[in-house]
């Protein structure tokens, strides 16, 4: 479904991602995990067409879309949407959640007001939160109920896969584990597929289908089914397993 080619971006005389290339299949949970600067959550930016890369494609249904005009690249942001780490940074704060909710669907011209009120409420009984927290302004929540509402906005414009930058790694451990067990049941639903960016291989041996790992801008290894996890051969790769699971 999403194909990258010699991806590439610099930042002045740093090479954040080098010549990185992989594949992304329907209905796949594709984890990539390194440490702090290794330039994973620069990818995901460059991947949802936040930072404009400096060389190689993104294709997506066959399409080039470092190279397509706005038309295309609007419908293109349609189709892939991110959740961050801190959902407090996705929020404006003057933003009520229903508004929150509205924006996408409005934006991409999904529905109507009335409409797009309507589903917001859907969306939100979909995640599990109240109907009633339409009116609340984002510091009315706690952070797992942020997310929730930042999944349930990625998911109002009916998107092919939802890239997610660290986005249980603020909560703690029981709202990850919520969290992730929704992100699936909504894979399931939905039919979607994502890319998992953390620094975290207990979240990627928990909800991944195979792992990319990441070291200076690169792919120093790949595995394509997480069942051969502890098959890996990079020192790199082996170093950040043997950080949270025994030999």
Do not use: W
């Amino acid at each position: 479904m999403l194909t990258i080619k010699n991806l590439s971006k610099n930042f002045s005389k740093v090479k954040a991602l080098d010549n990185v290339s992989f594949e992304l299949k329907k209905g796949e949970i594709l984890g990539i995990v390194g440490e702090s600067g290794s330039g994973k959550s620069t990818l995901a930016k460059v991947i949802t067409r936040i930072v404009k890369p400096d060389g190689g494609s993104i294709l997506f249904k066959g399409e080039d879309f470092t190279k397509l005009n706005s038309a295309k690249l609007r419908e293109y942001r349609k189709n892939v949407q991110m959740v961050f780490q801190n959902p407090n940074s996705t929020f404006s704060p003057r933003m009520n959640i229903g508004d929150f909710l509205c924006e996408g669907m409005l934006n991409f011209k999904l529905a109507s007001k009335k409409e797009a009120l309507k589903k917001a409420k859907e969306y939100l009984e979909l995640v599990k939160l109240p109907t009633d927290i339409m009116e609340r302004l984002p510091h009315q929540l706690s952070g797992g109920q942020l997310q929730r509402v930042c999944i349930a906005r990625a998911i109002a414009t009916k998107p092919k896969f939802i890239m997610l930058d660290e986005a249980v790694s603020s909560l703690d451990v029981s709202t990850q584990v919520e969290i992730l067990d929704l992100l699936q049941k909504l894979k399931k639903e939905y039919n979607l597929s994502y890319i998992f960016v953390t620094h975290d291989l207990l979240t990627i041996a928990y909800i991944c289908n195979s792992v990319i790992f990441f070291k200076d801008g690169k792919i120093e290894e790949e595995i394509s089914d997480i069942k051969n996890l502890k098959n890996i051969k990079k020192d790199y790769s082996r170093k950040l397993l043997n950080a949270v699971i025994e030999f």
